[in-house]
DNA sequence: CCTACCGATCGGTAGG
DNA sequence: CCTACCGATCGGTAGG
């Protein structure tokens, strides 16, 4: 077995995957080099910073979330087709990445406050989504007249995004199952 | 204005708000001590290390959540009354104790095993009076056949807990509302 | 990626 | 609650 050095890419992964469990000032550059096998002065070959890999594992995050919002988006078909690929969409994003949606999800807020604000609008932009559906949603009798998208795209959210917290690759619900029993629970709390 | 002497309350109570704000690693005891205008080596004559504080704080959290679970539970009447009441009670708590709810969701995990072990604890029976009360629903007929308790409390709590998140005392939901607005969603979910 | 560091900050203590 | 510290650890750098 040979050991290969280790990429960028390898370094912002781990970062991901500590910041996740431990959270970002619960990690250290030296727990992370251990983490790779080797020093933490070492990482700063491939990084300037620590805040740099934060920067760079929450804007992943973002990333992968406003594309699974777009691609829901541009599905043809009925509102409640685009509310399902949002929330299916959003399962794929979680589950495939969970360290980074963790980090995405927990640890945005030790950014400096320029990132920071970049990715509340991220985040912003990705609820919009959600209303947006959900208004579609209300005003083609989809869903009930007196929902509000702006409460509910709150709540919905909310559900999908605890999935972080509780999901575990080898518990009961494999994603198809997770995709059902959210969509159900989405679908009727609108209806 | 006299300017008091400190309680070790006090410090517990400022510890909560930096640690719901900053997280625990990101709360120094230095922070702790300017925030209330004395030394971090001062802290040490209130309290004996700073888990400590982590503990207190969680540990209140707890105990206030199982109270309002029981409270709920106690409710006479139809199972949808005593799930209304668990919405009501943890909106409550949240709302009211903001830093301790924040503290205990997002930074118990930063306690040692022992601690945490107790919490984990803690919350699964917050979630059993949850899938109690649920399960009482969908055996009397107020909620759906086909609903899972177990899956269904563990959405119903994440729309709850994501309260932390996004609630603000000054936003456009008062209490009421806030409950009006779960309950009404939360109900139709599960109906 | 390592060696050899740096100044700053950390949680915490002794003694008053 | 302060003064005066302590050893450990932090993020980061220079030079190879």
């Given at each position: ?133 959900i208004a579609?949603g209300v005003s083609?009798?989809?869903f009930?007249e007196?929902i ?44």
């Amino acid at each position: 077995m040979v050991t290969t050095r280790n990429t960028r890419d390898d370094v912002v992964q781990a970062a991901g995957r500590l910041f996740a469990e431990r959270g970002y000032h619960g990690t250290s550059m030296r727990d992370l080099g251990s983490e790779l096998g080797l020093l933490g002065s070492s990482l700063y070959a491939h990084v300037s910073s620590k805040q740099d890999l934060l920067v760079d594992v929450v804007e992943e995050g973002a990333r992968l979330f406003e594309a699974s919002a777009q691609n829901a988006l541009a599905v043809e078909g009925t509102p409640g087709d685009r509310f399902r690929a949002l929330i299916s969409g959003h399962v794929d994003v979680v589950i495939d990445n969970i360290d980074v949606a963790r980090t995405f999800l927990n640890e945005a807020r030790m950014l400096d406050h320029e990132h920071r604000s970049r990715v509340v609008a991220a985040r912003d932009a990705y609820e919009g989504a959600f209303r947006t559906v959900i208004a579609q949603g209300v005003s083609e009798g989809y869903f009930r007249e007196d929902i509000d998208p702006k409460t509910s795209s709150i709540f919905v959210l909310s559900v999908l995004n605890a999935l972080e917290r509780w999901y575990r690759p080898d518990g009961p619900l494999d994603r198809d199952a997770l995709v059902d029993e959210l969509s159900m629970f989405a679908a009727s709390a609108l209806s």
